[in-house]
C-alpha cells in the first residue's frame, strides 16, 4: 500500500461529497462521471494498465435517469453472517444489517463490511451481469471507500445511475468482494457504469 492509493481514496470521497452537495442528483452524477473517468485516465492507482490510459475514451455510462434514484428506509432482516473469500485480502466479513427495497428490481440486502473500522456494503448483481456489465455485478455504496450518498438514521440514498465496477473488472491486482445471493436479481438494471469495448 502506499500513498498514492490513500490520494485515490482522498479523492472519491471528496467526488461522493460533491455528488452529495450538487444542486440536483444529475449534475452530481456528471460531476462524479467526470471526476472518476480523469482518476482512470491519469492516476497512478488507476485499475487500468497503463498502455490503456494513454487511449482511455472514458468510461462508458447508460444515460441518467431520475426514476431510478431513491431515498429508502432499511427494513430489519434476520441477522446473517457470510465471509467472502478473496485473492489477496483474504476472507472479508459481512453483516447483514437490513434489506431495502429498489422500485422494480426489488428487495436486496444491506451489509456491514466486518474489520476495523467497518462500512456499508451495497454490491448488485443484476440481470446485465456478463453482458453489458461485469459478470460478478457492480456496487452501489461501499462506504469504507467513501461510495456513500447520503441518507439518514434509518434511510439510504441509493441512485442506480450511480452503480460502478469494482477495480478487479480492470485489472487482476485487484481482489473484490462480490455481490452474495441476497444482491443477485434476474431483472436488467439499465444504468450506470457499462464494460467498455475492449478492441
Same mark, same amino acid.
Request: aromatic residues 10%; hydrophobic residues 35%; contains cysteine.
Given at each position: 500500500?502506499?500513498? #498514492?492509493?490513500?490520494?485515490? /481514496? ?22 462524479? /462521471? ?46 446473517? /453472517? ?5 485473492? #489477496? ?9 437490513? #434489506? ?54 434509518? /434511510? ?12 478487479? #473488472? ?15 436479481v434476474d431483472v436488467p ?11
Amino acid at each position: 500500500m502506499t500513498l #498514492t492509493l490513500l490520494d485515490w /481514496r482522498r479523492r472519491v470521497v471528496a467526488l461522493y461529497a460533491a455528488a452529495r452537495s450538487a444542486a440536483d442528483p444529475e449534475s452530481g452524477w456528471r460531476t462524479w /462521471r467526470d471526476g472518476r473517468d480523469e482518476l482512470f485516465a491519469g492516476h497512478p492507482e488507476s485499475p487500468l494498465p497503463p498502455a490503456e490510459r494513454e487511449r482511455f475514451p472514458g468510461l462508458p455510462f447508460a444515460p441518467y435517469d431520475a426514476a431510478l434514484r431513491f431515498e429508502v428506509p432499511v427494513t430489519s432482516a434476520a441477522p446473517r /453472517r457470510l465471509e467472502l473469500p478473496t485473492e #489477496t485480502d483474504g476472507v472479508v466479513p459481512l453483516h447483514r444489517i437490513g #434489506t431495502i427495497t429498489l422500485g422494480p428490481i426489488g428487495a436486496v440486502d444491506v451489509w456491514w463490511i466486518g474489520g476495523y473500522g467497518g462500512g456499508v456494503f451495497l454490491p448488485l448483481r443484476d440481470g446485465t451481469a456478463g453482458q453489458g456489465t461485469y459478470g460478478g455485478g457492480r456496487y452501489l455504496l461501499d462506504s469504507i471507500k467513501g461510495a456513500d450518498l447520503g441518507g439518514s438514521v434509518e /434511510r439510504l440514498v441509493v441512485d442506480l445511475n450511480f452503480a460502478y465496477h469494482p477495480s478487479c #473488472t480492470y485489472d487482476p491486482r485487484w481482489s473484490c468482494p462480490l455481490a452474495p445471493e441476497g444482491n443477485r436479481v434476474d431483472v436488467p438494471v439499465v444504468a450506470g457504469e457499462q464494460l467498455p469495448e475492449r478492441g
